[in-house]
């Protein structure tokens, strides 16, 4: 099993790091960016100030030096050996590239390429030593925001976003196994019966149907519609209020309070249970119709034992070992929150804040978001990988 | 047995051996099973290859083989509905109000620079001169349906670029069929705008054909960077420049310069006049129409009076709450980056600053109104003088684009071959040796005695530090032009102080206060800085304090108390403004991303006001004005225009 941890570990670090240099050289790829403002305001604007910018955003140094400034942290400046400084003058990027614009005579399509730099305007090690370094992603520095945050620590918004995120998802995701595990073994078990089809047919609403659906759908209905009716109603969106408010039944309701914000999660937790609990009620059932047509569950029954028996400890147990799977990579959408549904009741989340980060082109933010995001991807899939061994006696790690 | 240190060891060197040996290793392949394939036939496989043209220096020089012709630019603005196009995207305003969003030139024409007489082509849709135009264009149609094809065979297609924004989306589809009716082909293709305003791309390499975007109508009219001939990107030029369309006229950009150059109002509107009257005329950009944009509150909020020029909450401090009500929510669409304005420059954040800060100035209905400055410093007020020096080589001067710099961004001086402008307002080539006189603007900026939102006034080291802050190139802001433009600061007082601009600039808005104000005496909170007063603090460390970016001490109505990340700013009403208290104790500004989500929260009572930035113009919209009964709403045709610029020439 050690062994077997170790190279694990291994493999997780390349598989991460290869991640890293894919996504991070995409994000540096992609159109747009942080200068793409400069094109849609009336300013004039010099070379000297577009240099000062790039410069900023540090996108006048090398890809490779860009992506290992963030990545450890270094190069910091010259290399520095018993007071004596090596390599100063080794050019790491440039200032003020000389590009030229090329055109595909078929299509018309333009490009531009950098075919070398204005003679001065060379980026050198000895540069480096003013600015400013994050100490690398690598170790948990993920630098600082371009755009959202300005100027400030990206774990800055991850920390202002996490909480809200992990309560919903993990109180989503907890509340939809609880009800998706027994309806979709109650409805294997009860093949073809009304509730069966009752069931799928939900299943298969509930799956088709898009997010903000439902999301737009509950809003119309239990705050607008409510509200207007004078009945109780729900807030619209938020994960707490900005003042006190009265609802009928319940009264007044302080804002910031326990009540305040249960309230305002009921709607957003609603919409994440009705989805998921719409993919895992399927699967469950069909896992579970599939077990119940195995020997070792006709076996069971022909020994005598009691139906409640085999179908929970015999059955349900089985078919629960592919679910195991699908339930650890909750873990990764745990942290990512949920796009649409974060977005359509405005709850502070990490799946808002991915979608501004890309939006707004704050790389730092988006590429936090999908260094973290891969991390526990690699992990919930070792988490995955042992806990087969434990629900599955056969399964033997190496 | 293997301790915890020696686990970490082994697994740190097995990573890197590991890492190592993965990167060096070939690859290997192990063959499971083989399986003998007979090849019947082979087949060549021509990979294409990509015949690619380097755009030279002097790009853009060839008329656009379409567009080039002034006739089919005019056709095709003839054969725009425009009305039809302002009803798809607001089809819930009532006709009347759509036909206000409707532009004749570059300037909206409710502004005061606006020219709408008779010597501006106007372009009413007429679906049969545009057609005959066309056919008199050399493009004629075997039907009225098909598209058109010139003597070549040529068909008459064109590419409309524009972004993905629905908005855009539904407007585009309108106008190519519009296109079509008159047998002009519309290819449309919608990018991302990272794309399509991108450093290197789209409108700044001028990659389009019909590119329709927005540019959004200031108080002062500007347009120099959009129509002088010298901002035409090129090569050459390094793609410097916002006139994408390539559009030389040389009364028209002799009269965008002067206009930008002039300090007189009634002198400026001469030159505007020129220059619409021209663009009309060659019709190279046709204004689609202006955006409408809407503000909603609810009705209890009193003295609610947004303007399209000016940020809704520039008279927060005049605002009331009917039935005893002090505390007022505040809907935004975007979390500010920072309150420090030199870094961020979005709508949300100026909405908040105008809290925090209050205005120097206020730009309502397309005019300027003093506030903290205590008079607009023009030449009428006496309070600034276009005095006539003379200049010799060498000297630091402005030349007649305005510009303080080079490309290069080094301060100019008088120097031969540099075109500036002289005393008379004449554009003049410098020869060597000469001496040229020329205005050299001296303003006294006078502002009202002021104080901190702590107690203690504002002085003069106030404005000293905002001056060595603002025009620090460490400190974040992105132009420095102003700072370049200037010559000396005197300091005179804790409320003036007099700026001497170089000579040649004659910038229109030289009334408006180029230097503001920092509170000197505040003491930094934060770790990093902890003890030090804030002009201690480096330039570039600034934009990381929270004393600025999140909590900075103004002088505005109100104060940020607190700043829930995600969530929302919490304001109080500050004590110490110069026109006293206002009368809503508390404001929350609560960011809200969805429109949708933010209309809901007017409706249910949780938000009392949105402003056009989070209410916009959709569909939403008519929700709000359905509520007439409890909501307040003001729908305004926008500064922002949309417009289909003609790229005039191919590279």
Excluded at chain 1, 191 to 199: A, L
Excluded at chain 2, 128 to 142: C, D, F, N, R, S
Excluded at chain 2, 595 to 605: E, K
Aim: hydrophobic share 45%; proline share 5%; charged share 20%.
């Amino acid at each position: 099993m050690f062994n077997y941890l170790v190279r694990r570990f291994v493999q997780m670090v390349i598989v991460l790091f290869f991640s890293a240099i894919a996504s991070y050289t995409l994000m540096s790829l992609a159109p747009g960016g942080p200068l793409s403002f400069l094109a849609q305001a009336q300013i004039q604007i010099n070379q000297e100030e577009i240099a000062r910018i790039r410069a900023f955003f540090e996108l006048d140094l090398n890809l490779p030096v860009r992506f290992s400034r963030w990545l450890i942290g270094l190069p910091r400046g010259p290399i520095e050996i018993g007071g004596q400084s090596f390599f100063g003058d080794l050019i790491v990027g440039c200032r003020m590239p000389i590009e030229q614009t090329v055109r595909d005579v078929n299509t018309g399509k333009m490009w531009t390429e950098v075919i070398g730099c204005v003679p001065g305007q060379d980026v050198t090690l000895n540069d480096l030593k003013d600015r400013r370094t994050s100490n690398g992603v690598a170790f948990g520095d993920f630098g600082t925001s371009w755009v959202l945050l300005r100027d400030r620590p990206v774990s800055l918004l991850i920390e202002s976003r996490l909480p809200y995120t992990l309560q919903l998802m993990i109180t989503s995701l907890t509340l939809a196994i609880l009800i998706g595990v027994p309806i979709g073994a109650y409805s294997a078990v009860r093949q073809y019966s009304k509730f069966d089809y009752f069931v799928t047919v939900l299943a298969f609403f509930g799956s088709s149907m898009p997010t903000f659906f439902f999301a737009l759908l509950m809003i119309l209905v239990f705050s607008l519609i409510f509200k207007d009716l004078g009945w109780f109603w729900l807030p619209t969106g938020n994960a707490e209020s900005a003042r006190d408010f009265f609802i009928p039944l319940l009264g007044n309701v302080t804002a910031g309070s326990l009540l305040d914000k249960v309230l305002h999660m009921i709607m957003p937790m609603s919409v994440l249970i009705m989805v998921n609990v719409a993919g895992w009620v399927r699967f469950i059932r069909g896992s579970m119709l599939e077990v119940l047509r195995q020997d070792y569950v006709r076996t069971a029954r022909a020994k005598g034992l009691e139906e409640r028996v085999v179908i929970i400890k015999h059955a349900l147990r089985n078919a629960l070992i592919p679910f195991v799977t699908l339930v650890v990579f909750s873990l990764p959408a745990a942290f990512g929150g949920a796009i649409i549904t974060e977005t359509v009741f405005n709850w502070p989340g990490m799946g808002r804040l991915y979608f501004d980060a890309l939006g707004r082109s704050d790389y730092p933010v988006a590429m936090a978001f999908l260094l973290i995001t891969a991390t526990l991807t690699v992990i919930a899939t070792l988490i995955s990988d042992l806990l087969y061994t434990v629900v599955d006696p056969r399964i033997r790690l190496h | 047995m293997l301790n915890n240190k020696k686990i970490v060891w082994l697994l740190a060197v097995l990573s890197a051996v590991s890492m190592i040996i993965t990167a060096c290793a070939p690859q290997t392949v192990t063959v499971v099973q083989t399986q003998v394939v007979t090849v019947k036939e082979t087949q060549k496989v021509e990979v294409p290859v990509i015949q690619t043209q380097v755009v030279a220096a002097k790009s853009f020089t060839k008329p656009h083989p379409v567009l080039g012709d002034a006739k089919v630019r005019q056709a095709i603005a003839y054969c725009t509905n425009r009305n039809e196009l302002i009803a798809s995207v607001y089809p819930w305003l009532p006709k009347e109000e759509q036909g206000n969003l409707f532009m004749n030139t570059f300037i909206p024409r409710v502004h005061w620079a606006n020219e709408d007489g008779a010597d501006v082509v106007k372009y009413p849709f007429d679906l049969a001169k545009g057609q005959a135009m066309l056919t008199e264009a050399g493009w004629t149609a075997a039907s009225p349906t098909a598209i058109r094809t010139n003597a070549k065979k040529e068909t008459l297609s064109l590419k409309f670029t524009t972004t993905n924004a629905a908005f855009r989306q539904t407007w585009a589809a309108v106008f190519e069929a519009q296109m079509k009716k008159c047998g002009v082909e519309i290819l449309r293709l919608h990018t991302p705008s990272g794309w399509f305003f991108g450093s290197t791309t789209g409108l700044r390499r001028r990659d389009f054909e019909l590119g329709a975007y927005a540019w959004v109508g200031q108080t002062d009219p500007a347009g120099r960077t959009l129509y002088s001939c010298t901002q035409i990107p090129v090569a050459e030029n390094d793609w410097q420049g916002q006139n994408y369309m390539g559009w030389c006229n040389k009364a028209a950009s002799d009269a965008i310069n002067a206009a930008n150059n002039t300090l007189l109002k009634d002198d400026r509107k001469k030159f505007y006049k020129i220059a619409q009257v021209e663009f009309a005329k060659d019709m190279i950009s046709l204004p689609v129409f202006q955006r409408a944009e809407g503000n909603a509150a609810v009705k209890a909020l009193k003295n609610f009076k947004p303007s399209t020029t000016e940020y809704y909450t520039w008279n927060s401090h005049e605002w009331e709450l009917d039935g005893g009500r002090d505390s007022l929510v505040l809907g935004l669409t975007q979390e500010p980056a920072s309150m420090y304005s030199l870094v961020e420059s979005a709508a949300v954040q100026r909405v908040v600053a105008k809290l925090v800060f209050g205005n120097a100035t206020s730009q309502v209905d397309y005019d300027y109104q003093p506030h903290q400055l205590a008079k607009l410093a023009t030449i009428e007020s006496g309070l600034a003088k276009n005095n006539d020096v003379e200049v010799k080589e060498g000297d630091p001067v402005v030349d007649s684009d305005g510009n303080p710099t080079d490309a290069k961004g080094e301060l100019l001086k008088l120097a031969a071959n540099m075109k500036v402008q002289n005393a008379k307002g004449e554009v003049v080539t410098v020869k060597a040796g000469d001496k040229i006189t020329m205005k050299q603007l001296v303003v006294t900026y006078q502002w009202v005695a002021n104080k901190w939102s702590d107690g203690t006034p504002v002085t003069k080291a106030d404005f000293e530090l905002g001056y060595k802050q603002d025009c620090d190139k460490k400190s974040g802001a992105v132009s420095f032009i102003t700072c370049n433009s200037i010559q000396k600061v005197d300091f005179t007082s804790n409320t003036e102080y007099t700026v001497t601009y170089k000579p040649g600039f004659q910038a229109p808005t030289y009334f408006l206060a180029p230097i503001g104000y920092y509170p000197s005496q505040q003491v930094i909170q934060s770790e990093k800085f902890k003890g030090k007063k804030l002009g201690e603090v480096p330039p570039e460390a600034w934009a990381t304090l929270p004393e600025i970016a999140e909590t900075p001490m103004g002088t505005g109505p109100y104060i940020i108390k607190k700043w829930d990340k995600a969530k929302s700013i919490t304001l109080e009403a500050n004590p110490n403004f110069y026109k006293g208290a206002p009368k809503i104790k508390k404001l929350t500004v609560v960011f809200i991303a969805d429109t949708n989500q933010a209309v809901a929260q007017l409706l249910t009572g949780a938000v009392d006001a949105l402003g056009s930035e989070t209410l916009g113009a959709g569909n939403e919209v008519k929700l709000v004005l359905d509520a007439k009964d409890k909501i307040q709403t003001q729908i305004k045709a926008s500064g922002t225009w949309e417009h289909i610029d003609m790229n005039l020439n191919v590279p």
